[in-house]
C-alpha cells in the first residue's frame, strides 16, 4: 500500500506543476515549494535546537497559536518551525513574527520527508488537528522524534475507522501522543487499540481567550460606530450577502454595519458596495472622511476583523449557507456577542454546543434571518443574554494549552 501511495504522489506532483500553469492558488502552491530549503539554509544552522510545528491551512495555525506561544516561554533556546500545506494559510501568515522559520511543507515522498527532517532536525513535533503524511510520520518515527497530535478531531466515517484503513491506521502508530478535542474522538481511538490519548479540548479556545489580554481597539471602527447599535458581518461569502444585503437596505438609519467580506477583490466588493442603497464607504477611502456620517462600512482588507467583533453588539459569521465551511465564530463569542450563522455547521462541535445552548442561532432563509436579526437588535435584554452565554461558553472550555504542555513536562 505505501508503494502504491508513493507512486500516487510521484502522478500528483506532476499534475500539480501542470494546474499552475493555469491556477494561480497552484501556482503558488507549486512555487512557493521551490523556496523551502533556500529560507531553512538562512534561517536553521545545524546545531540549532528546533520544534516543529504543522498547520494544513490558517484555521489550524491558529489554534496551535497557543501551544506556540507556551513552548517558546518553555524552550528560549530552541527554534520554532512553522509549515503549511495550503497557499491560503501560508500567505496570510509567511511573515508572522511566532516562528523562526514559516515554510511550506512538501509533498509528502520518502525523499521529501528525509530531507527536510534532517534540515530542521526537530527534538519535538506538533501535528495541529489532522493531516497524517505518512513519508514524514514514518521518518520521525525512524529517528525517534517525539511527535504530537495536539486538537485533534476524530470522526466514525473516517478511513482509520475502516475495515480497508489498516495503511492508515499505521501512520497512526507514528505519534507517541495524541491530545483530542472531545470523547468521541478518544472513544474512536481507542476502539482501534489507541489509547495514548487524552481529551484536553480545542486549543481555539486559548486563542480567543487571549486576545481579551491585547489592546483591540480601532480609532475609526470607534469613530464610525458612534454609539449605535452595530452589526458585524465577518467572513461573509456571496450567498451570506445576497441575504443580508436585503435586511440592510431596509434597516433603520440609527442602525450601524460593518460588512468584512472572505473575498476582497475588487471587482467584488465594489459589487457588494453598489448593491447597497445605504450610505456605504471602503476601509480604502477612510482617510480624511467622517465616519460617523455613515451606516455601513465595508472592511476591503486583511487582518482586523477580530479586532471589529470588539465593537459588534450582534455577530452574523459567514460561510453556513455555503459548502466551503462556517468561519470562527468563537472570535465573536469571546467578546460577549450573539452570534447568527446559516444552516451548514454540522462538522463544528464549539457550534452544534452553542446553537444548543442558544448563545447562536442558526438561520436557513431569509426570513428567518429578518426574524432573528430584528430580535437581536429591537430586545436588548435577550441580546445581552445570548451575548453572555457566547462569552461564559468560551471560558468555560478553555485550558487544553495547559493540558497539553503539563504532559509534555511529565515526560
Not at 489592546?215 to 458581518?233: A, G, P, Y
Amino acid at each position: 500500500m505505501l508503494f502504491l501511495y508513493n507512486l500516487i504522489l510521484v502522478f500528483a506532483s506532476q499534475v500539480v506543476k501542470l494546474l499552475a500553469i493555469f491556477s494561480p492558488k497552484m501556482k503558488l502552491f507549486v512555487n512557493g515549494r521551490k523556496e523551502v530549503f533556500t529560507i531553512l539554509q538562512n534561517k536553521i544552522a545545524a546545531n540549532d535546537k528546533t520544534i516543529w510545528f504543522h498547520a494544513a491551512s490558517l484555521g489550524e495555525y491558529e489554534q496551535g497559536l497557543p501551544v506556540i506561544d507556551k513552548i517558546k516561554i518553555k524552550y528560549p533556546n530552541h527554534k520554532i518551525v512553522v509549515t503549511f500545506f495550503s497557499p491560503s494559510g501560508y500567505e496570510v501568515r509567511k511573515n508572522n513574527t511566532v516562528a523562526d522559520a514559516t515554510v511550506y511543507l512538501l509533498l509528502d515522498t520518502k525523499a521529501n520527508a528525509k530531507k527536510f527532517i534532517q534540515a530542521i532536525h526537530p527534538e519535538l513535533v506538533f501535528f495541529i488537528k489532522y493531516e497524517y503524511w505518512p513519508n514524514y510520520l514514518n521518518e520521525l518515527q525512524k529517528l525517534n522524534i517525539k511527535t504530537y497530535l495536539i486538537s485533534g478531531i476524530f470522526r466514525e466515517n473516517q478511513a482509520f475507522f475502516k475495515g480497508y484503513g489498516v495503511f492508515y491506521r499505521n501512520a497512526l502508530k507514528t505519534f507517541d501522543y495524541f491530545f483530542v478535542q472531545n470523547e468521541s474522538s478518544k472513544k474512536l481511538l481507542q476502539s482501534i487499540g489507541f489509547n495514548n490519548v487524552k481529551i484536553s479540548g480545542d486549543t481555539r479556545f486559548d486563542r480567543v481567550v487571549s486576545i481579551l489580554e491585547r489592546d483591540n481597539s480601532l480609532n475609526f471602527i470607534e469613530q464610525f460606530k458612534d454609539n449605535k447599535t452595530t452589526i458585524v458581518i465577518g467572513s461573509s461569502w456571496l450567498k451570506d450577502e445576497n441575504l443580508l444585503v436585503d435586511y440592510i437596505n431596509n434597516a433603520p438609519n440609527n442602525l450601524k454595519f460593518i460588512l468584512a467580506p472572505h473575498n476582497i477583490k475588487s471587482e467584488q466588493i465594489q459589487e457588494l458596495k453598489n448593491s447597497i442603497t445605504k450610505k456605504t464607504i471602503l476601509f480604502s477611502e477612510k482617510e480624511n472622511q467622517n465616519l460617523c456620517e455613515y451606516q455601513i462600512f465595508i472592511i476591503d482588507t486583511i487582518g482586523i476583523l477580530t479586532k471589529i467583533y470588539s465593537y459588534a453588539d450582534i455577530a452574523y459569521v459567514g460561510g453556513g449557507f455555503g459548502t466551503a465551511g462556517l468561519h470562527n465564530i468563537l472570535e465573536p463569542a469571546t467578546f460577549g456577542v450573539p452570534i447568527i450563522i446559516g444552516p451548514n455547521y454540522s462538522n463544528f462541535a464549539e457550534v452544534i454546543a452553542l446553537v444548543h445552548q442558544e448563545g447562536c442561532v442558526s438561520v436557513s432563509n431569509s426570513t428567518e434571518l429578518h426574524e432573528t436579526l430584528d430580535n437581536l437588535i429591537f430586545n436588548e435584554d435577550i441580546r445581552h443574554e445570548k451575548g453572555h452565554i457566547c462569552a461564559t461558553f468560551v471560558q468555560m472550555n478553555k485550558g487544553a494549552t495547559e493540558i497539553i504542555l503539563k504532559h509534555i513536562e511529565s515526560k
